[in-house]
Each structure stands twice: as structure tokens, then as C-alpha cells.
């Protein structure tokens, strides 16, 4: 899951870099796949990881970037 979730932040990088704007992108995933991308996203350790809670189902998850 590690991988398809770094290959899958690695295809929004590249859609974003294409457009050279900023752009809003919505993603609706379970919370292990939602851990794993602040893990990726923000270059979290291991330890790091672990300490991030589970979200609850349908909890809105606000991640800031600066992409412009």
C-alpha cells in the first residue's frame, strides 16, 4: 500500500507541475491509505506514523501545500 500511495502522490506532483498552477484536488480513502499519504506527503518516519490517529468515517482532512 506504501507503494501505490507514493505512486499515486507522484502522479499528482506531475498533474500539478503540467498545469503550473494551483489547483484543489479531493481525495476520499480510508484512513490507513489517508496516514500513509501525510506520511509520504510530509516525509514522516516510521515513529511519526504510528502516532497519527485512524480518521473516522467521513472526517474532512484539510492538507495545506504551496504549490504556486
Known amino acids: 500500500m506504501f507503494d501505490r500511495v507514493t505512486g499515486f ?3 499528482i506532483f ?4 503540467n498545469k503550473r498552477r ?8 480510508h484512513g490507513l491509505l489517508m ?3 501525510l506520511m509520504r506527503y510530509y516525509w514522516l518516519t516510521v515513529e511519526q506514523f504510528e502516532e497519527i490517529y485512524n480518521f ?3 472526517e474532512i ?8
Not at 494551483?22 to 480513502?29: G, R, T, Y
Not at 482532512?61 to 504556486?68: G, N
Request: aromatic content about 6%.
Open 9 to 11: 502522490l507522484e502522479s
Open 14 to 17: 506531475r498533474r500539478i507541475d
Open 22 to 29: 494551483s489547483e484543489n484536488i479531493v481525495i476520499v480513502s
Open 35 to 37: 496516514r500513509l499519504f
Open 56 to 58: 473516522e468515517n467521513c
Open 61 to 68: 482532512v484539510i492538507v495545506s501545500s504551496s504549490f504556486a
